[in-house]
């Protein structure tokens, strides 16, 4: 069983930065695209970055581009997302997913909230 564990999330500043992590168990990322969602409430799901398997090729929605950066270590099973000059619309669950377009497993889920 494949788990997606998020983490980092948390309250801060707009302006401020956060790195989400997300790790996974159960099953290598090494031949998968990894995504990063967010949805906030009322809102519908969002998908913000990915990031692909082979040569790290990554995108983003024109939200989030130059602000947002996906990455990840094969070697430690975990997908990141750097997240800077945040701003008070990005508050959002944020959960990474295996997969983009589609997706077959994500995780719970990390909250972030923007203050202005």
């Known amino acids: 069983q494949v788990q997606l564990v998020e983490s980092g999330g948390g309250l801060v500043q707009s302006g401020g930065s956060l790195r989400l992590s997300c790790a996974a168990s159960g099953s290598s990322l090494d031949n998968y695209v990894m995504g990063w969602f967010r949805q906030a409430p009322g809102k519908e799901r969002e998908a913000i970055s990915c990031?692909?398997?082979?040569?790290?090729?990554?995108k983003y929605a024109d939200s989030v581009k130059g602000r947002f950066t996906i990455s990840r270590d094969n070697d430690r099973n975990t997908a990141y997302l750097q997240m800077n000059y945040l701003r008070p619309e990005d508050t959002a669950l944020y959960y990474c997913?295996?997969?983009?377009?589609?997706?077959?497993?994500r995780g719970q889920g990390t909250q972030v909230t923007v203050s202005s």
């Open positions: 990031i692909s398997s082979s040569d790290g090729t990554t």
């Open positions: 997913a295996r997969g983009f377009g589609s997706t077959d497993y």
